[in-house]
């Protein structure tokens, strides 16, 4: 079992910034991959970006893409996501999760941090 706690959450104009922060505890050593996942009320669960936790590669939904960076600090079992550019549309709970393997899904997940982007 992995436990990923996230923080960093607020609220914040349009236009400004926020970096969220998941600590992972546990079965760490485990991890193929973790990722950020967002669901904004009335729409379904969406994935954000994922980062392969040994190469580094990372993937970005289009509608982030140039504007949000994910990173991992291996060390100290951390995942970043530092949001810039924010817009009203990024207001969502925003989820850490850990894929385990390749072959398995994202079965641990965090507790959420909320973000919300003021017009």
């Known amino acids: 079992q992995v436990q990923l706690v996230e923080s960093g959450g607020g609220l914040v104009q349009a236009g400004g910034s926020l970096r969220l922060s998941c600590a992972a505890s546990?079965?760490?050593?485990?991890?193929?991959?973790m990722g950020w996942f967002r669901q904004a009320p009335g729409k379904e669960r969406e994935s954000v970006a994922t980062i392969n936790w040994r190469r580094g590669d990372t993937y970005y939904a289009d509608s982030v893409k140039g504007r949000f960076t994910i990173s991992r600090d291996s060390a100290n079992n951390t995942v970043y996501l530092q949001m810039n550019s924010l817009k009203p549309e990024d207001t969502a709970l925003y989820y850490c999760a850990s894929k385990p393997t390749l072959y398995h899904g994202f079965g641990s997940w965090g507790q959420g941090t909320q973000v919300t982007v003021s017009s």
């Open positions: 546990g079965r760490t050593f485990s991890t193929y991959s």
